[in-house]
C-alpha cells in the first residue's frame, strides 16, 4: 500500500484513478491540488481525496507518488513547480493523451528522463469533465498504455503496472513514438472527425441538426469533449494526427470517386469489408 499520492488535476482522469486507488485500499492518503479550490473541496467532500492544499510545497511533503492529470500543455509549468519540492525516489507518473511529448518536456525539465517518471497513458473516458464525472471503475477492462523510456526504472515500471492492474486495467507497454502513432489514428483522428463534422454542418446550415437520427449522434458524441484538451492534443502530436488526417482525405476521395464513377460494386465491397471488421472488432 502506498502511504500519501499527490494527484495534481483532480478531475474526470485524475479523480477516477485515486477513486479507483482508494477503492481497491492500494493508498493511505491521497493530497490534491488544482488551479481552482472549489475543485478540490468538492473532490474533498465526495472522498475522492483525503486532503488538499494550493500550495505545492504544502502537497508534496512525504509523498511517494505524483500523478499529472491536466491539459497537457500544463506539463511544463507543473514539473518546473514541483522540482524543487520531490528528490529522486519520488515516482512520477501522468495520464496524458500524448506521450512522446510529455518525454521531452520531462527531459527538458530535469536534463534528462528521471528513472522514476513513467509515462501513462489510460484509453479510457468520457465527453465529460471535471469531477462530476469521476467514476472508480472506469478503467476496468480498458487498456492504459505505459512509455518508459531506456532510463526508466524496472522496479517503477513495475509498481506502476501493479496499480493500474488493480483497477481492473490491461497494462501494455510501448514506445512514445508507436503510442502516438496508434492514438492519433484511433483517437485523435475520430475526434477531429467529429469536430469537423460538427463545424462543417454548422457553417452549411445552422438548422440541420433537426434532421439527425441516432447514427448523426453516435458520431458526433465525442465533439461534446473539452475544447482545450483537444487543443492541446493536437498542438501536442502535431505531426501523426495531419498524417492521418491526410491519409482519410485520401480515403474520403477514393469513395467520392467511386460514387462519382456510379461504381456500385466497388462501394459495396469497401462497405462490406469495413462493417466486417468494425462487427469483428467489437463482437469480443
Ligand atoms: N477526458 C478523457 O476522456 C481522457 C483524458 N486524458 C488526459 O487526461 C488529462 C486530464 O483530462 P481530464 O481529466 O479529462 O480533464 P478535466 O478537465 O476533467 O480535469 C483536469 C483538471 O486539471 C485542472 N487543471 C488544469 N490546468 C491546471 C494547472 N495548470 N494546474 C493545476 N490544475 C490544473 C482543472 O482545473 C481540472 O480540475 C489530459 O491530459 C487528457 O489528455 C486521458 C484519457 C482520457
Ligand atoms: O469519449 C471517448 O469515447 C473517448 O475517446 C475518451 C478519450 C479521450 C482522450 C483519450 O486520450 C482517451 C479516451
Redesign the pocket.
Known sequence: MIDRICI?????????FVAGLKQTNQVKTVIG????ES?LRKAQEMGIIDEYSLDISQVLKQVQMVI?????N??Q??LE?IKPHIDESVIIS?????KGSVIQIAKLVFGQMPAKFIPA???????????E?VDAQLFNHKRVVLTPTESSDIQTIAILSGLWKELGAKVEIMTDKKHDDLLAMTSHLPHMLAYGLMDYLISNNPYACRYVAGGFKDFSRIAS??A???R??CINNPKEIVKHIEGYQKTLEKISNLIKNNKAEALEQLFQEAKSARDNWFSS
Do not use: N
Not at 495534481?8 to 477516477?16: A, H, N, P
Not at 501522468?94 to 500524448?98: A, E, L, R
Open positions: 495534481i488535476g483532480v478531475g474526470l482522469i485524475g479523480g477516477s491540488f488544482s488551479r481552482q475543485h499529472i492529470a491536466t491539459p497537457v500544463s506539463f509549468a507543473i513547480m501522468d495520464v496524458g493523451s500524448t497513458h489510460p484509453i479510457a473516458g468520457k465527453e465529460k469533465s471535471g469531477i464525472a469533449s473539452d482545450l484538451m483537444w492541446d492534443i
